[in-house]
């Protein structure tokens, strides 16, 4: 109940972006740094939630958690003109996205202790709350936005429900310790396989974060403040570790989960706008549910696909990823509505076992680390599909569309251009300028088109088109990395999950 009403508040924030679009007057870059916030967050509440899960316990997190839920709300709806709505809209997700980490702190080492030898399963069944939440938040959008017009915040306000809910479920349980908790370890005990070179991962986001907090205050030197906060991390952790550098493949897959986060998550903020603009908006809230339901529905067959294929959890990432490039590339040429389920239903396949199955192996492989690797992993996928992935795919919106009208015609594209440049990881020299979000929805809302706004409407058509392709990058990326890790497993006797002893060891 906890990840549903994640899930909620996620789609019903994704089929709200035109909305805030056409209110607001926001570019695609901006739209995708407000939903960015909705990721970045959550890795400041799964990291400081499980670092420190062990020691205060799972029930005064989601105590926690549910506080952010609810004071996200209020944020949110305080976003009333052009002038304060990016701010407000920013911070709302930001704590909104903050509770969500702290809970999946709370759940995802919760189900590793209780399951310790079906760990895929079982965490996949947690998570398929969250394409279950996506389901209802993406119905809800189609009812309340599309057929009765009801106002975006009222829309927002649904996840309150399952909110309420979880807070009532919770109350008064009692919850076990995580594995290496239970057998005494410290946090540095805990902490030494993540080391400095997992850290250096999730320090680097974390620079990129405050990179962009400073952006407003000192644009200039933002970068700078951000790198000096992730190094100060960096050392800080390094100390406390007395200097262990970690493992190496738990470092690989640090990586590889942010890529999983820029594709999976930074994707899903995008895919219902996408889709819609292709089509239409009630046909890209079709598609988003035809996804969510796949995903929803397979999570439950975890267990009986390794069993079935012979798979191991590495060997069923690798299968995924291949599955998401092919379904990507598909959806970049889609024409029909036709084509785009099966598109997207091939994507989706792809895309539903990486992050219950990237937790799994960690559970497997690092019982030793207790919550503190799980959630640093979390973090590190949520944290790069906010600043990576869905900023990442607004701003290649704006780039290739505003590149398509400016071939068909260069006056039309500066008429059209945004007064607000885009940019990508704060590097100048990606500035670009993407399309007014006002004119533009004004083009596609018009039931006459001029030759101008049709020729401005397939230019943002096209654009989506390539934004796709070059996304179907990602998971071509992280098929090879499966593909090196599968034999290196090989070459250690095959992947088996590990168990700790009395005194903490494996």
């Not at 999946?104 to 939440?133: D, M, Q």
């Amino acid at each position: 109940m906890a990840i549903l009403a994640a899930g909620v508040g996620f789609a019903i924030r994704g089929g709200i972006f035109d909305n805030w679009s056409k209110e607001y007057g926001f570019n695609a870059t901006q739209l995708g740094s407000i939903g960015g916030a909705g990721f970045s967050g959550f890795c400041f509440g799964i990291i400081i939630g499980g670092v420190i899960v062990d020691k205060i316990g799972y029930g005064k997190l989601v105590a926690v958690a549910l506080i952010g839920h609810i004071l996200s709300a209020f944020v949110t709806f305080a976003a009333t003109t052009p002038e304060n709505a990016y701010n407000f809209l920013f911070w709302g997700m930001f704590i909104f996205a903050y509770a969500n980490g702290t809970l999946e702190a709370v759940a995802n080492p919760l189900v590793a202790t209780v399951f310790p030898n079906n760990r895929t399963h079982y965490l996949n069944i947690l998570h398929a709350s969250w394409p279950a939440g996506m389901i209802l938040g993406t119905a809800a959008g189609w009812l309340l936005d599309d057929q009765l017009q009801v106002n975006w915040k009222i829309q927002l306000s649904l996840y309150l429900i399952p909110t309420v809910l979880y807070a009532i479920m919770f109350w008064g349980q009692l919850f076990p310790k995580s594995e290496a908790a239970a057998k005494g370890s410290s946090f540095v005990d805990m902490y030494k396989d993540v080391g400095i070179l997992g850290s250096l991962v999730a320090c680097y986001l974390l620079a990129l974060f405050f990179g962009d907090i400073f952006k407003s205050i000192s644009p200039e030197y933002a970068a700078w403040i951000g790198y000096g906060i992730g190094g100060v991390l960096l050392i800080t952790v390094a100390v406390l570790t007395n200097f262990s550098i970690g493992s190496f493949v738990l470092f690989i897959l640090f990586i590889t989960h942010a890529l999983v986060g820029s594709v999976e998550l930074g994707t899903d903020s995008w895919i219902q706008n996408i889709t819609g603009n292709l089509f239409t908006s009630e046909q890209g809230k079709y598609l988003f549910l035809w996804t969510s339901v796949i995903m929803f529905s397979l999570r439950f067959c975890a267990h009986w696909i390794e069993s079935t294929l012979k798979l191991s959890p590495i060997g069923l990432l690798l299968v995924c990823s291949v599955i998401a490039c092919v379904g990507l590339n598909l959806a970049s040429t889609m024409e029909t509505f036709t084509m785009a389920l099966i598109a997207l239903g091939i994507y989706a396949v792809g895309k539903t076992f990486f992050w219950p199955t990237m937790l799994a192996v960690v559970g497997d492989r690092y019982p030793q680390t207790g919550a503190v690797a799980m959630s640093i992993m979390g973090g590190i996928g949520m944290l790069s599909a906010g600043l990576i992935g869905g900023p990442g795919l607004g701003y290649s919106k704006d780039r290739f569309a505003g590149q398509e009208l400016r071939i068909v015609n260069p006056e039309l594209a500066d008429a059209y251009k945004s007064d607000k440049s885009s940019m990508f990881l704060n590097l100048k020299a990606t500035e670009i300028y993407g399309l007014d979000g006002t004119k533009l929805a004004e083009a596609k809302e018009s039931k006459t088109r001029t030759p101008d706004q049709e020729a401005v409407v397939l230019a943002d058509q096209k654009g989506d088109r390539n934004t796709l392709k070059a996304d179907a990058y990602i998971p071509a990326a992280m098929a090879v990395i499966y593909l090196m890790l599968l034999l290196y497993f090989m070459t250690i006797g095959g992947y088996k999950p590990i168990a700790l002893d009395e005194n903490g060891g494996h």
